[in-house]
């Protein structure tokens, strides 16, 4: 048997909204699989991941938490996937921002009023938007891929927060635990509505950066600019975009907002540096981005599935003993059947069994 | 002592040009698969658990090479027959490696895992000053020189090659001249992900033998970037896996040595280095757009 792909003559709209559910579905069934062949009963690991954590109203804060840092990185990366500026550092971006805008509470503890927080929020989205404005110089500058540049910056950005946390900003007070020392109450993000959860702000910043880029990206003609360059760079320039201006809004765009994401976790849900502050998230929101079909208001959907997925992992450890490494296979195998079914937006799939070929060819003949 | 650190060069240099000199083939057909580290880490877990399964390293080896190419047929399948992105499709590759890797290596963490015994053959081994050099290696140190003789032969000396280099430099032509451009590009992969699992069963069954979580650490993308620094050519690929293995012994010397810088910027030298070398290649447009296969990354649907 054969595939042969048919090309729609324009975007297929059911796919459009259908294809993210497909892929969805497809990877219950395959995580189904898996746990069948882990020697789980499929159907109890299934409940555990993606219903039980919402099922009470403390667990959906934790949901909110974990949501936000992959929403305000996702939005982010949209833009730069739609202008075809590879950005898959946002995980490095996300630690430089946390790093830089721990400055204050970290050096100055004795400054404590209510300026310090704004200031740490600006600080990050700063530290956050100077690293990745590294790749997009290169490429601008010197054509160099920014996929391999950016990338290999995250590891740099994860060994320098290493050096910190163990070394000059190590906690003086802390029996040498590498951690730095806790966030004094002006540096700590506060909590929504502290009576029913931890959340904290940071879902909001997340759900208003979704929305912002969502009026940008549709309404506006930088928005219109973005996809232009992102689908054909010479029509952009025909109409007068410039592709290396281009380059620079797009990474500054999204390394300020994972430089957002990275202090408001930090400043909200650890409240202190320590040498990992991350379970992937930089990652992850790669998968988050493509799950919202690079639509910032389906990033805000994709980024709450893709958390629940963390939250079930931690409930299926505690719950069923499953590993929680099962996690990033999952996350993995749903980026495979979200690509896979995009296909179906642009091209109709055809089976052709051998035999229906000869005699399809012979027709053609 | 000048041997011995040549030949600890040799050791981080070898898995390094094994996976690059794989995405070269399938980057000289056309095809850009960001998915390395994902198979090379696929290769590394499979590898030791075969070869702690078994007590065999060579079985770890062909389980790691077989897993290698059918990891990377998912990619395969996704980017050739249904024709997605392929840079986002690498990176899929590689996401569900890494996490795919973890799951089932957990119960291998802490295992002492089995070392490949280095190559001995009387008198030749002895010979002092280059003898283990040329003759004490491990077997796979051997492969990797004869892989990229081979490829090198095999791209620019023979017919098969010629008509794998026409379809990466212009898919349209080579399919109307009626050559399978999809089943090549599919082979070309799957070589590409057979040099990976290899390259990752080199980390888990030679250069430590054991299995930590990420043990690749990003060679993968260092690979992936040699490529780009060799400008598609097999012999540079092994000048520049060299240099990076120079680079990666040389920090692990200071870091032993001592010598007050920290140990974490140490560290980071390989990847700073990556991005220093790109530039350094980058900036010469001229070099770069010769040599660069000119379909890579670009879709392919045959019109029928």
């Known amino acids: 048997m054969r595939i042969e792909l048919v090309k729609r003559p324009e975007q297929s709209k059911l796919f459009s909204a259908l294809s993210p559910f497909i892929a969805l579905g497809l990877t219950l069934v395959a995580g189904a699989i898996m746990f069948s062949l882990l020697g789980k009963n499929p159907l109890d690991a299934l409940y555990y991941y993606f219903i039980d954590p919402l099922r009470e109203v403390w667990s959906l804060h934790e949901l909110a938490i974990k949501a936000a840092p992959l929403i305000l990185i996702a939005v982010g990366l949209s833009v730069c996937y739609l202008s075809n500026n590879w950005n898959i550092g946002a995980e490095g971006q996300f630690t430089i921002g946390a790093i830089t805008g721990s400055i204050l509470p970290v050096l100055f503890p004795q400054f404590q009023n209510w300026t310090v927080l704004p200031m740490m929020l600006i600080m990050g989205m700063a530290g956050g938007a100077a690293y990745a404005s590294v790749p997009a110089f290169l490429k601008a500058r010197f054509n160099t891929n920014e996929i391999l540049t950016s990338l290999m910056l995250v590891y740099v950005a994860q060994l320098f927060l290493d050096w910190l946390v163990r070394g000059p900003w190590r906690n003086p007070e802390g029996l040498n635990f590498p951690e730095t020392r806790n966030f004094h109450e002006y540096a700590v993000l506060p909590e929504i509505w502290s009576a029913s959860g931890r959340a904290n702000w940071g879902f909001v910043f997340a759900l208003v950066a979704a929305v912002a880029l969502w009026f940008m990206l549709s309404r506006t003609l930088k928005g219109f600019e973005v996809k232009v360059l992102g689908q054909s760079p010479r029509a952009g320039k025909f109409a007068g975009f410039s592709s290396s201006k281009m380059v620079f809004f797009a990474f500054l765009l999204s390394g300020a907002l994972a430089g957002l994401a990275g202090i408001s976790e930090v400043s909200g849900a650890i409240g202190q540096l320590r040498p990992t502050i991350s379970p992937g998230y930089g990652f992850a929101a790669i998968i988050v981005a493509f799950l919202g079909r690079l639509n910032p208001l389906g990033i805000i959907a994709a980024g709450l599935v893709l958390a629940l997925s963390y939250l079930g992992g931690e409930a299926a450890q505690i719950s069923i003993g499953v590993s929680d490494k099962v996690v990033r296979a999952f996350q993995g195998m749903l980026l495979f059947f979200v690509l896979a079914c995009d296909t179906l937006i642009h091209y109709r799939i055809r089976f052709i069994g051998m035999p229906a070929k000869t005699g399809e060819a012979a027709q053609n003949v | ?304």
């Open chain 2, 1 to 304: 002592m000048f041997e011995s650190i040549l030949i600890t060069i040799a050791t981080a240099a070898t898995p390094l040009l094994i996976a690059s000199i794989g995405e070269l083939v399938v980057e000289r057909s056309g095809v850009l698969n960001l998915g390395v580290e994902g198979m090379m880490v696929m290769g590394a877990v499979t590898g030791f658990g075969v070869a702690l399964a078994t007590g065999s390293p060579w079985l770890g080896v062909l389980a790691a090479v077989l897993v290698g190419a059918l990891f990377s047929l998912l990619f395969g399948f996704l980017t050739l027959t249904l024709v997605t992105n392929q840079v986002a499709t690498g990176l899929a590759l590689t996401l569900l490696g890494l996490g795919l890797s973890g799951m089932i290596g957990e119960s291998f963490v802490g295992l002492p895992g089995v070392k490949m015994s280095y190559l001995y053959i009387p008198y030749l081994t002895d010979i002092p000053y280059v003898g283990k050099l040329l003759f004490g290696q491990d077997p796979l140190f051997y492969v990797s020189i004869l892989l990229t003789a081979g490829v090198a032969w095999f791209l620019f000396r023979s017919r098969a090659g010629l008509t794998l280099r026409s379809i990466g430099d212009n898919h349209t032509s080579a399919h109307a001249l009626g050559i399978n451009v999809i089943g090549i590009r599919y082979l070309a992969v799957m070589f590409g992900g057979a040099c990976a699992g290899l390259a990752g069963a080199y980390l888990s069954l030679v250069y430590t033998p054991q299995w930590i979580e990420n043990m690749t650490a990003g060679r993968g993308w260092i690979a992936l970037a040699l490529v780009v620094f060799a400008s598609w050519r097999p012999w540079r690929v092994l000048a520049g896996a060299y240099l990076f293995g120079a680079v990666s012994i040389g920090q692990l010397h200071a870091q032993a040595l001592g010598i007050g810088v920290p140990s974490q910027l140490l560290s980071s030298l390989p990847y700073l280095a990556t991005i220093v070398v790109l530039v350094l290649i980058s900036r010469n447009r001229r070099l770069t757009m010769v040599n660069t296969p000119a379909s890579l990354g670009r879709p392919f649907v045959p019109d029928r």
